[in-house]
């Protein structure tokens, strides 16, 4: 075992990170009901994370840390993440949080699909019939009455795990070269400047709750970010992914007792669906990665 891997801290931190990245949405959602406008929110969500990294390195004199060869990949990380985030938070305005959070499962069945398409990726029965286990999740979440899951809200939430999906694959290149927190940092101070034009125009002015939402809100997605980049610190993405699903706990509870919202039972049904569907592929990938290099030739292709 690598000597820097320390799996239950991983897996503790990853923990922390969905929590962060729970708190992070029901604060949006509540800012919305307060009637804050998503462009606003967004913009304080990029802001706050890049004064304070870029603060803290300073502070350290380590403000070289920020430094890149690769602005280019950093702008269209930028450009791709901001439109995936603006459909994450905006699918918690039209959803039940526990409904945009079992939406957001179906990553890995995108992240499967563009793996293939993109990357060239071989993939097998395993995970092809995975994404078909999660699709078939989705079709029963949604089911004939679309009362509870009107079908934008559906759009919009397959539309932001497909670009949380797309992201993943960009982080794949940028971490060959660039170090977590300047990737962090160009995404957050990226992701700002792009927003600038619409918080500004779509801004009004708050009273102190406003703020504290606003705020809260840009400091929850901060640390959420920082425990996902500690956690890689202690253990491989295969080894922690599966600490994500204990964001529907955190999203049932908070619908629950901030809004007085469960999920239907289309949603019980569908959602461990969806769920089981990200659990394969997280086994497959961790399967494939550590089985020994073959010749292309004789593979079975069966992953």
Known sequence: MNPHQKPFVALGLRLLAMAMLSLMLLLVKIGGEHGLALSETMFWRQLVPAIAIAGWLGLRRQSGRLRTGRPWLHVRRAVTGTVGMSLTMGVVLLLPLAEATILSFTTPIFAVILATLLLRERVGIWRWGAVLLGLAGVFVIAGPDSDHMPLLGLAVG??????????????????????????????????????????????????????????????????????????????????????????????????????????????????????????????????????????????????
């Not at 993943?168 to 070269?177: E, F, K, N």
């Not at 009004?204 to 703020?211: G, M, N, S, V, Y």
């Not at 970010?225 to 295969?238: D, M």
């Open 158 to 303: 397959l539309g932001a795990a497909f670009f949380v999906a797309l992201v993943s694959i960009q982080l794949r290149d940028l971490g060959r070269t660039e170090e977590p927190i300047c990737v962090v940092f160009w995404f957050s101070a990226m992701g700002a400047v792009l927003l600038a034009p619409a918080a500004l125009w779509s801004g009004r002015a708050h009273d102190l709750t406003e703020w504290a939402l606003l705020v809260a809100t840009g400091l929850a997605g901060l640390f959420a970010q920082l425990f996902i980049t500690a956690a890689l610190r202690y253990g491989s993405v295969a080894a922690v992914v599966t600490m994500d699903y204990s964001q529907l706990v955190w999203a049932t509870l908070w619908g629950w007792l901030v809004f007085n919202q469960l999920p239907p039972a289309s949603s019980w049904i569908g959602g461990p669906l969806i769920v089981a569907a990200g659990l394969i592929i997280a086994w497959r990938e961790r399967v494939v990665h550590r089985r020994p290099v073959i010749d292309p030739e004789t593979a079975p292709g069966a992953d």
